[in-house]
């Protein structure tokens, strides 16, 4: 899936002398109070963090009295979705107008009637919601269905994507990667069959060539015998 990415960073965290007994603890809750939110400053929603401490000892900083900073290094896996980007998640609800979506177990996303294209029909099959596949009767989407989809646009603040299954490989994704193997079977197999036909003419080229060799050896002997 695409929007996930990890950064190496370098930072610096100011700590109230009151927290110096358990630097470790208070590093740890600062991180932990910027989790799953959109942050301005790595440009995405801190998903999970490894942190180690570089400063062994700090020293009050002038101007932030009586503030203390410490120098960190941390590794950030970071969730950024930007339009056009492929994204997955799990359809939670569904009506003729919408699917809904839950990305990443706390991301909502909706993707209403107009972003879906054509080929889905919406219909009720055992009273249940789904939208079918006109062109393929295994593709269905309905609630627990896995699928991808692409981004038209995200909204930082409540952390909430407006998706699109207009391009053809965007759906569920179980029938889509099944698709693919499929495909990819079929194109091994007409290599395959294409390597056949062409070192079966090559064959028969090289054997004609002996052919008019020897046609020619033996014509020369003629000419000398004559001679």
């Known amino acids: 899936m695409e929007g996930l990415s990890v950064v190496d960073a370098n930072l610096v965290m100011y700590l109230h002398p009151s927290k110096s007994r358990n630097v470790s603890q208070s590093i740890l809750r600062e991180l932990g109070s910027l989790l799953f939110k959109f942050n301005e400053t790595f440009d995405g929603v801190l998903l999970a963090y490894d942190v180690n401490i570089l ?7 002038s101007g932030v009295h009586p503030y203390f900073g410490l120098r960190l290094n941390a ?15 799990k359809v939670v609800k569904l009506s003729q107008e919408s699917i809904h979506v839950i990305v990443l177990g706390f991301s909502s996303a909706i993707i ?4 879906i ?5 919406y219909r009720t099959k055992d009273k249940e919601e789904l939208f079918a596949s006109k062109s393929h009767k295994r593709h269905v ?7 991808r989809f ?12 407006i998706g ?26 007409s290599m395959k069959s294409r390597d056949r036909e062409w070192l079966g003419d090559k064959t028969v080229d090289e054997g004609a060539t002996p052919m008019s060799y020897d046609n020619h050896i033996k014509m020369s002997k003629k000419r000398r015998i004559t001679e």
């Open 117 to 121: 294209r054509g080929e889905f029909k």
């Open 112 to 115: 209403t009637a107009e972003n």
């Open 55 to 61: 400063d062994k000892q700090a020293k009050i900083l």
């Open 75 to 89: 590794n950030l896996l970071l969730f950024s979705p930007k339009p056009d980007m492929l994204l997955e998640g």
């Open 164 to 189: 699109s299954l207009i391009s053809a490989h965007t759906g569920s994704i179980r029938w889509l990667d099944r698709h693919f193997e499929e495909d990819s079977e079929f194109d091994r197999s």
């Open 150 to 161: 692409l981004v038209k646009s995200f909204d930082e603040e409540i952390l909430h994507i």
């Open 141 to 147: 989407i309905k609630v627990g269905t896995m699928i």
